[in-house]
Nanobody
């Protein structure tokens, strides 16, 4: 059974920081490209950050470059999103996503999401 369990969301003031975690199970984590998406009310879900299996390759949305950093610990089957200098427009539900690699196919999995609210 595949599970992606996000944690670390909450209410933070503008310019503050949060660290999201996503604990994965049920698939070979080290072989999966992991990503963070977010969805604000009335908006489409958008890619925030992704990180490759070797922990070296990362990709960020222009709106978060220089403020957010994705990392992963393959020994703990966990991916992180460090969010600094948060802005009210970062308010959204943040979702963990796995693009899991199997021998002959790939599968995409989603977590249940964690709410991040940036407000004074």
């Amino acid at each position: 059974q595949v599970q992606l369990l996000e944690s670390g969301g909450g209410l933070v003031q503008p310019a503050g920081s949060l660290r999201l975690s996503c604990a994965a199970s049920g698939f070979t984590f080290s072989s999966a490209v992991m990503s963070w998406y977010r969805q604000a009310p009335g908006q489409d879900r958008e890619l925030v950050a992704s990180i490759t299996t070797d922990r070296v390759g990362t990709n960020y949305a222009d709106s978060v470059k220089g403020r957010f950093a994705a990392s992963r610990d393959n020994g703990k089957n966990t991916v992180y999103l460090q969010m600094n200098s948060l802005k009210p427009e970062d308010t959204a539900i943040y979702y963990c996503h796995a693009n899991a690699q199997y021998t002959y196919y790939t599968r995409k999995y989603w977590g249940q999401g964690t709410q991040v609210t940036v407000s004074s």
